[in-house]
């Protein structure tokens, strides 16, 4: 199995575009005892899953104008945390957003965190 591998610094928001910071504040914030998810509190020893995946665009001229003119052509992606029976979704985020979401989870989690997803966002390590 694939686990997120602990990572010794905790990862900097200078990296992200202002728009990418004003996403992150509106929808998550992580400290060490819990991360918050849209307002769902997510304590770190309950993470079981990580999970990143390309959100899919709709077909047709309607998702081509979303792609190219809202999501300035840049692909997207979806963000699960899975946590006993419950999940939480940062959805239609940037690569840099899932990467800066994915290390924080990799920085304060006490316990290996399973993860599904590109294998080049985060550093991995098999278990």
């Known amino acids: 199995m694939t686990?997120?591998?602990?990572?010794?610094?905790r990862p900097s928001l200078e990296y992200l575009t202002p728009d990418e910071q004003k996403t992150?504040?509106?929808c998550f914030d992580a400290y060490g005892a819990e991360m918050i998810v849209?307002?769902?509190v997510i304590r770190w020893e309950h993470i079981d899953e990580v999970e990143v995946v390309i959100a899919p665009h709709a077909t047709g001229l309607a998702g081509w104008i979303v792609k190219r003119f809202i999501?300035?052509?840049q692909e997207r992606y979806h963000v699960g945390v899975y946590y006993g029976a419950h999940e939480a979704v940062l959805p239609n985020v940037?690569?840099?957003v899932a990467k800066?979401?994915?290390?924080?989870?990799?920085?304060?989690?006490p316990q290996p965190?399973?993860?599904?997803?590109?294998?080049?966002l985060v550093k991995l390590s098999e278990i």
Do not use: C, H, S
Request: cysteine-free; overall charge positive.
């Open 3 to 9: 686990y997120l591998q602990r990572i010794d610094y």
């Open 94 to 96: 940037t690569w840099a």
């Open 38 to 40: 849209y307002g769902d």
């Open 113 to 120: 965190i399973r993860y599904k997803g590109p294998e080049n």
């Open 24 to 26: 992150l504040a509106k």
């Open 71 to 73: 999501f300035k052509n």
């Open 100 to 109: 800066y979401v994915v290390e924080m989870i990799a920085y304060y989690a």
